[in-house]
């Protein structure tokens, strides 16, 4: 430096260190406020490239729109009460083409679900194809369709009301087996039981393809498909068994099973529901 010649040794020692820091300073403040300038143009930048992306409002007022229906996948449950029983159906659905809707259509479709898969438990209005809306409860992925609990419902109904359905769907009730010949029908299904006995153990039966058939077959028991679980599985004997109610005895044995058990059922036997 050209103040080192007119510096002794001890004023070198001091002050050339100083000179040497406020050097460095003046370097590490030019390289600070390059940077600054560099981060104020990028701000610039996504603001003028926010102007022209569209709101979530701009996508839903604008029409038409496009909406992807995704593939999806249905489950159903029953719970009966031989201690707690739950039986759910699940089904694989195949994607459905892309269906142009307006604005207000899609509003509307979001409300309404086609699968308890990935929903949250509550209840939900389930959409059929070729049928109205219809409410179900959805727990832990499984739509239910009956719950027995703590016998505040009867369930010794003629064929119309086990048709319709009955019951409070937060509590015990049934689906009603024109609803559930629809889920049936629209695309495979499991049927899941759960149960729990007087000492609190948690039982079950789980079949891989549940179907039934319609009124005009009297909402016959179609399939049940491979099982599994830890109870014995009675319920395998009842394929091809028509449902029975104590005004609609539909049977095969000589009484009125429905009659005798209190309950409308899938009946081959009185004995091995």
Known sequence: MENDAQCGPYCYRLVKPLLLSAALADEKERQLRAEIQRLESQLEQSKAHQKHCLTKEDLLSS??????????ANKVQLLS???SEIIGASTEDNAVPEKRLSANEAETKVNLITSCIGQANGIYELKMQGSSPFKVPCDSNWTVIQRRLDGSVDFNRNMSDYRSGFGQLDGE???????????????????????????????????????????EDNFRLISLG????????????????????YDNDNDVYPYNCALLAQSGWWFSSCFDR
């Open 63 to 72: 029409q038409p729109m496009w909406i992807d229906k995704l593939p999806d």
């Open 81 to 83: 009460n031989n201690g």
């Open 173 to 215: 009730f049934f689906i009603g087996l024109d609803k559930l010949y629809l889920l049936t029908k629209s695309q495979p299904h499991e049927l899941y039981i759960s149960m729990k006995d007087v000492r609190n153990h948690t039982l079950f039966k789980h079949y891989l393809d549940f179907r039934i058939g319609g009124e």
């Open 226 to 245: 491979q099982y599994n679980g830890n109870l014995r599985d009675e319920m395998s004997h009842q394929v091809n068994s028509a449902f029975s109610t």
